[in-house]
């Protein structure tokens, strides 16, 4: 693995450096806010005196397990963890049937608004019978306790109620992004084995239909797999494909299904689900979470960081299903929590630029969870915008998926939040499974730009390069110090990669792969990724895997992909590619061969990786030892001058491309 701390942290434009040394501004929480908060300062000297029972405090509190459990944490085959493992539970019965016993079953649980502009109200009742009707279904379709499921829905109810239909019957759902392509569907229902793959004829998408069910179709196709049955959702009404046997209508099986279904109790270390995410190598990372661990950090973190108020609030997370943070902070954390929140299909500018601030109207959402890239763009948008819509309900603002830059914290808060209302800066990842470093609203004076402090219960540092934790005003890498609930078991089939990952860089710390900085305060501050992981539009992507993409393209010899700064999407794919001689690459223009190269990496993984560009280069910066030089590819896509290249094995090769980009052939 190659680690780039140097670039992102001597770089002022990797992580605005510069402008975190001199970011004075603070933000303490108003009285009012502070009266009323959930956590309290106590919670940091309560889990700092014993951890453990901390967090065995934080289970009973907020999960009901049907087996109460006695042990807390086992840490001896470290480092894999096993929590609460005596205990059981069931997931769905927590996110939906106890609220329903409780007498909450009026209390909605999700305002579903589709892009076009129809609406959907599911209560907390309504929601217990239609996850029972599809984990009855499930059954049905042969899915048993420990099988897995492949779901690749838009987000519509229906994706909510697969997830918690998976969960209720023990079988670990794999969400796969809709915008994902069949390839990279393909090898995840490989990876996880599923036997059923969920999925939709298709969702709305800028205005238009945009079909899913074809690339199920185009993935199966691609050789044996162990799938059973494809269930599709009518959403769109368009035309499919039809599989006589193997694929079946949601409308002829789960509608008529019976809504009575009873949770089956699992053991707390059963696996609740995997979710595949880019990693440094070409291939995908199953990550997988457990459940009585990962269910109670889901709870605490959204009711303490968000300071839920379960029967007042509206609460409003942007992420797609397809993301951990729509899993932990759209289905499990909010349900487990009874909240009532609001679920959108479409994009911010359909059919208009002002249509998210239109939901929160409408709405009176309170609590808004979103990422710093659609922070940006509607700060390019202009602020007249959300300046039409009432936001006055808004009360706390979370923001998630990449460093945030001070002057788009700042634009968040007054533009958004009305000055007033507290920002929680989240840092997490796939991997921890729910949210680790952020301020906690009603405690912590916040400062724009920073992450600043491990919540109560979890414990991280920021190392040098020997492990020893650096001095305030310094600058590392940042690891977590000790095991916490939601973490990670491993990664799916590949104990040794989970090993090697995470656990090798420093022995006995979780190395997270992000560059850090402690202020003057102790207070941390996330530069962004130190290794072949690049952040785009807050969804990690690996450059590795858009090279394989690249060079499985026949013009394409060799191929190096870096990831450069970017003033919307943080930072956008660059691509470098060494054309085959051979090629038959003709009379295509370089545009033509651009556009070609482009669309194949959209085809290959998913519109989501395509480059934002792709040059085409005589030959590419190696070290003596053969190892492409991004860092020097990095100053030529952010037009900087090009660093130290003296370790080159020919150093002329810079001079070269830069030759080769000023005169296009
Ligand atoms: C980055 C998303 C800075 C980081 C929940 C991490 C952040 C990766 C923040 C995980 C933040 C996430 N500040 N960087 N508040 N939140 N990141 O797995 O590089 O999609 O390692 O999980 O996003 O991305 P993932």
Redesign the pocket.
């Known amino acids: 693995m190659s680690l780039h701390l140097e670039a992102c942290v001597s770089d002022p434009t990797a992580g605005g450096l510069e402008n975190l040394l001199s970011e004075d501004r603070r933000f303490p929480p108003s009285a009012e806010f502070v009266a009323q908060a959930n956590a309290t300062a106590d919670l940091y000297s309560w889990a700092n005196a014993d951890r453990p029972a901390f967090w065995a405090e934080q289970a009973r509190d907020l999960i009901s397990w049907s087996t109460p459990f006695q042990e807390v944490l086992d840490w001896s085959q470290a480092p894999v963890a096993r929590w609460f493992a005596d205990g059981r539970l069931n997931a769905a019965y927590n996110a939906v049937d106890r609220h329903v016993e409780k007498g909450r079953g009026d209390r909605v649980a999700l305002h579903f608004e589709g892009e076009g502009g129809d609406t959907r109200t599911i209560t907390y009742a309504d929601l217990q019978r239609e996850v029972s009707k599809a984990a009855n279904a499930l059954t049905a379709l042969g899915v048993g306790t420990g099988d897995r499921v492949a779901i690749y829905l838009p987000l519509i109810p229906e994706a909510v109620f697969t997830m918690l239909a998976c969960a209720r019957i023990g079988a670990p759902h794999s969400v796969v992004f809709g915008g994902f392509s069949a390839e990279a569907l393909h090898s995840r229902i490989l990876d996880a084995e599923a036997t059923l793959v969920v999925t939709a004829d298709g969702g709305f998408r800028r205005g238009a239909p945009s079909a899913l069910k074809p690339a199920v179709d185009e993935a199966l196709a691609k050789g044996p797999t162990s799938v059973e049955h494809v269930l599709v959702v009518k959403r769109t009404g368009q035309d499919v494909e039809w599989t006589e046997g193997r694929d079946v209508w949601w409308s002829d099986v789960v509608d008529p299904a019976s809504d009575q279904h009873t949770p089956v109790e699992v053991d707390a270390e059963h696996p609740l689900f995997i979710l595949y995410?880019s990693g440094t190598t070409g291939k995908p990372k199953g990550?997988f979470h457990t459940t009585g661990g990962y269910l109670t950090q889901a709870a605490y973190t959204h009711l303490n960081v968000f300071d839920l108020k379960p029967e007042t609030d509206v609460y409003w997370c942007t992420?797609d299903i397809g993301?951990?943070?729509g899993h932990?902070y759209v289905v499990y954390g909010p349900l487990v929590n009874g909240a009532t929140q609001v679920i959108y299909e479409g994009t911010p500018d359909t059919p208009h630029r002002g249509r998210w601030w239109e939901i929160i109207a409408k709405y009176g959402v309170t609590i808004l969870y979103t990422a710093?890239t659609a922070i940006r763009t509607c700060m390019k948008w202009g602020e007249e915008i959300p300046g039409q819509f009432d936001l006055s309900s808004l009360r706390v603002l979370g923001?998630?998926?990449?460093?945030?830059n001070p002057e788009a914290w700042m634009w968040y808060r007054r533009v958004i939040g009305g000055d007033k209302a507290p920002i929680v800066?989240?840092?997490?990842?796939?991997?921890?499974g729910a949210?680790m470093?952020?301020p906690l609203p009603g405690v912590t004076e916040t400062k724009p730009g920073s992450?600043q402090v491990p919540l109560p219960g979890i414990a991280a540092d920021v190392v040098d390069d020997d492990a020893h934790p650096v001095p305030n005003g310094a600058g590392g890498y940042?690891v977590l110090t000790e095991p916490w609930p939601a973490m990670l078991r491993g990664i799916w089939g590949d104990e040794e990669r989970y090993k090697d990952t995470y656990w090798s860089r420093f022995r006995g710390l979780y190395f997270?792969?992000?560059g850090a900085k402690k202020d003057d305060d102790g207070d941390i501050w996330?530069?962004?990724?130190v290794d072949d992981?690049m952040?785009v539009s807050?969804?990690?992507l690996s450059t590795t895997e858009i090279e394989s993409a690249l060079v499985s393209h026949p013009w394409v010899a060799e191929a190096a992909v870096v990831g450069a700064t970017d003033d919307t999407t943080g930072q956008a794919v660059v691509a470098f590619v060494i054309l085959r001689g051979d090629a038959g690459v003709g009379e295509s223009s370089p545009d033509e061969v651009q556009l070609e190269l482009r669309n194949h990496v959209a085809k290959e993984i998913g519109p989501i990786a395509k480059p934002r560009q792709v040059l085409v280069v005589q030959e590419l910066p190696k070290t003596r030892s053969g190892k492409i030089m991004r860092r020097l590819l990095r100053d030529v896509a952010e037009h900087r001058a090009v660093g130290d290249a003296t370790t080159l094995a020919d150093s002329s090769v810079m001079d070269l491309i830069a030759q080769g980009l000023s005169t296009p052939s």
């Open positions: 995410t990550i992420a993301w951990i943070t932990t710093p923001s998630v998926g990449e460093p945030i800066d989240t840092w997490w990842q796939t991997e921890t949210i470093i952020s992450a940042l997270a792969g992000d996330l530069l962004g990724r992981v952040n807050g969804h990690r």
